[in-house]
């Protein structure tokens, strides 16, 4: 199948205000943001993109704004890969909201935390996870199975899908680190799929190359371990 980078959108006025923002309208990037955006074009400027699909929120879609343009593409809203709706959390500071109860099942017992008046985050997971699937198989089916494709979302709804793909139980996916504008890489087979990167924030990007016509994709993982992307780091 395709190759997806999961994007988290880059840094967004709420991610320094410690204020939880979900769903709430208008918010953008910061400066710190900003810049982030400026140097993912450089980043992936070698990486053929044959899809952007991202969340509706507008943190997202000024993440891919410039890189969807440079590359003649127009971003796909998806729904599915929306902020968690927190609720009654929404728009609360933080630091008020670790003395709530609910704080400690969604640390350490995930898979049973519902937000009061949002959604559960198994729920989160369900929905992003069959959004994910969905599209891969689309682009694997429009531009092959060589294409590559980027998904951009949020920190825990990332993780959610991230925690999916590594067979990682819900209630681990806290020990998962994706930071504002890091890329995570998934490709997805028949029986498994295999994560490639997590939280990336640096420029070696050969692991986003899709592999050559000649190179067999298999659904087996190496015995042995990888012996790592040609050029790339060992």
């Known amino acids: 199948m395709a190759t997806l980078i999961l994007l988290r959108h880059a840094r967004s006025a709420a991610n320094g205000s410690g204020i939880l923002a979900g769903r709430s309208p208008g918010v953008g990037l910061d400066d710190a943001g900003s810049a982030q955006v400026a140097g993912l074009s450089k980043r992936l400027a070698e990486v053929p993109i044959s899809s952007i699909v991202a969340s509706p929120l507008q943190r997202c879609q000024d993440t891919v704004r410039a890189l969807a343009g440079e590359r003649g593409l127009t971003p796909v809203a998806e729904p599915g890969l929306s902020e968690v709706d927190y609720g009654d959390w929404t728009s609360r500071k933080v630091s008020e909201l670790t003395q709530e109860k609910l704080w400690s099942v969604v640390q350490q017992h995930p898979s049973a935390?519902?937000?009061?008046?949002?959604?559960?985050?198994?729920?989160?997971?369900?929905?992003?996870?069959?959004?994910?699937?969905?599209?891969?198989?689309?682009?694997?089916?429009?531009?092959?199975?060589?294409?590559?494709?980027?998904?951009?979302?949020?920190?825990?709804?990332?993780?959610?899908?991230?925690?999916?793909?590594?067979?990682?139980?819900?209630?681990?996916?806290?020990?998962?680190?994706?930071?504002?504008?890091?890329?995570?890489?998934?490709?997805?087979?028949?029986?498994?799929?295999?994560?490639?990167?997590?939280?990336?924030?640096?420029?070696?990007?050969?692991?986003?190359?899709?592999?050559?016509?000649?190179?067999?994709?298999?659904?087996?993982?190496v015995v042995g371990g990888s012996t790592g992307a040609p050029g790339g780091a060992a």
Do not use: M
Request: charged share 20%; proline share 6%.
């Open 113 to 221: 935390a519902v937000f009061p008046g949002g959604e559960g985050l198994a729920q989160v997971q369900a929905r992003a996870v069959a959004a994910v699937r969905e599209h891969d198989a689309r682009v694997s089916a429009e531009h092959g199975p060589n294409a590559v494709w980027v998904a951009c979302s949020h920190g825990d709804v990332i993780k959610a899908v991230l925690a999916d793909a590594l067979g990682l139980h819900l209630d681990g996916f806290q020990r998962i680190v994706v930071d504002p504008c890091s890329l995570s890489v998934v490709r997805y087979t028949e029986t498994r799929p295999f994560v490639v990167k997590i939280n990336d924030t640096g420029s070696d990007v050969s692991a986003l190359l899709p592999p050559k016509e000649s190179e067999q994709q298999s659904s087996d993982a």
